[in-house]
């Protein structure tokens, strides 16, 4: 798939960036990018909304990497024209990311069991406002599609009528969603809500 980097309609322009999956052959480019920003979050490696998160004495790295080889692990991996990954939408099942932002307000009044969850943005220091996470949710669309569809959940944040930092939105925001679908279900944090829509299958 090839978008806009600003994901608008017209002639393709001279920087584009495509989507792929993470995987074993996308490994490496996931990697470089990952230790190109220092792990991430202090080394996270998103494995933050996996099970493992907080365990002691755990390789951030090897844990993503085994969970990557082994199908554990999804992602839409975003890549400049050049071929390096600047950017990923992380998504999976509820098994695969158990980890809720807001869980206290989320279980008060749970929504019904998503099928799938899209948790985390990542997009490379120098290339934020270029449109990759845009092209990484689009990626991450196509990915569940082709895995069966089904009802996708996610927790954005609204940014209309505020200044939000980039390195604060890991969950990309509301507005973002809606472009692509998203319904807004119920709010669960000052800014923070759950959104949805059901993916058919490809």
């Not at 998504?91 to 990311?97: I, K, M, Q, T, V």
């Not at 895995?147 to 980039?166: D, F, K, N, W």
Request: aromatic share 8%; with cysteine; charged share 25%.
């Amino acid at each position: 798939m090839t978008t806009r980097a600003d994901g608008s309609a017209g002639s393709v322009p001279a920087a584009t960036y495509t989507s792929r999956p993470l995987g074993p052959d996308t490994w490496d480019a996931f990697a470089e990018l990952v230790e190109r920003n220092n792990g991430v979050f202090g080394g996270c490696w998103c494995i933050g909304w996996h099970p493992e998160r907080g365990q002691p004495g755990i390789d951030h790295r090897e844990v993503k990497r085994d969970r990557v080889l082994s199908d554990r692990a999804h992602a839409a991996l975003v890549l400049g024209p050049d071929g390096v990954a600047q950017g990923w939408c992380q998504f999976g099942d509820p098994d695969e990311l158990p980890t809720i932002k807001h869980r206290r307000v989320y279980e008060q009044d749970p929504p019904p069991r998503p099928d799938w969850r899209i948790t985390c943005f990542y997009v490379d220091t120098r290339h934020r406002g270029q449109g990759i996470a845009r092209v990484g949710l689009a990626g991450a669309l196509e990915q569940i599609a082709a895995r069966g569809g089904g009802l996708v959940e996610a927790i954005p944040e609204v940014t209309a009528g505020r200044t939000a930092h980039g390195r604060f939105l890991y969950s990309a925001t509301v507005e973002l969603f809606e472009e692509h679908g998203f319904s807004r279900v119920r709010q669960v944090g000052k800014h923070a809500w759950i959104v949805s829509r059901v993916v058919d299958p490809a």
